[in-house]
């Protein structure tokens, strides 16, 4: 089973830079992509899709929003934060089956 | 416009079998390469992923519930379904089912959820 290990939670004030770490138990890299993937999910809402192969931005997510990393080690940047990112972050690797992170949530202070 | 909603029985006993529906429009999985996933998320808890099944007909269990998990699909009523047998106070979460893309795996469109209580 690949495991993925995020912080539990992060606190970053207003208009500044998030950084939330995943750093997986074996390498998500395939074939020049890497399988890691990053959803938002807010209190009583669906997850929703921001990054998908560590760094592609999805669909209607603002630039705000950026990721990067291969290998073991991932990030999800979020620059600057506002009051509307308070949430919860899950990354998620599809190199083997499919695995979630524990999620880190994000406070804006 | 790609949406997905999760029908299930709300509450159930213990040993009974927890069956959970995907009615989804705007895409078909009948479709080259389209994929509708099961993941389920305990109150305050984090995201498991269950199942997974393809237009081919191809289907992925999660290895630690494989034997209780059957994921099905009716092509025709854009249908998914997954069924968990002998349930238990640890099967109490909200039930999403997402579209998965294809190659890649990851859910770009997702269901609001449905929540199942497991109680006697």
């Known amino acids: 089973d690949i495991v993925l290990t995020q912080s539990p939670a992060l606190a970053v004030s207003l208009g500044q830079r998030a950084t939330i770490s995943c750093k997986t138990n074996?390498?998500?890299?395939?074939?020049?992509?890497?399988?890691m993937h990053w959803y938002q999910q807010k209190p009583g809402q669906q997850p929703k899709l921001l990054i998908y192969?560590?760094?592609n931005l999805a669909s209607g997510i603002p630039a705000r929003f950026s990721g990067r990393g291969s290998g073991t080690d991932f990030t999800l940047t979020i620059d600057p934060v506002e009051a509307d990112d308070t949430a919860t972050y899950y990354c998620?690797?599809?190199?083997?089956?499919?695995?979630f992170g524990s999620g880190t949530k994000l406070e804006i202070k | 416009q790609v949406t997905l909603k999760e029908s299930g029985p709300g509450i159930l006993q213990p040993s009974q079998t927890l069956s959970l529906t995907c009615t989804f429009s705007g895409f078909s999985l009948s479709t080259y390469g389209m994929g509708v996933g099961w993941i389920r998320q305990p109150s305050g808890k984090g995201l498991e992923w269950l199942a997974n099944?393809?237009?081919?007909?191809?289907?992925y269990y999660n290895p630690s519930l494989k034997n209780r998990l059957t994921i099905s699909k009716d092509t025709s009523n854009n249908q998914a379904f997954l069924k968990i047998t002998n349930v238990d106070t640890a099967d109490t979460a909200t039930y999403y089912c997402?579209?998965?893309?294809?190659?890649?795996?990851?859910?770009?469109?997702w269901g609001p959820g449905t929540m199942v209580t497991v109680s006697s």
């Open positions: 998620q690797q599809s190199r083997n089956l499919l695995t």
């Open positions: 192969l560590a760094s």
């Open positions: 099944i393809w237009w081919d007909d191809d289907k």
């Open positions: 997402a579209r998965q893309s294809p190659l890649y795996w990851y859910f770009d469109f």
């Open positions: 074996q390498n998500v890299d395939y074939y020049g992509n890497s399988y």
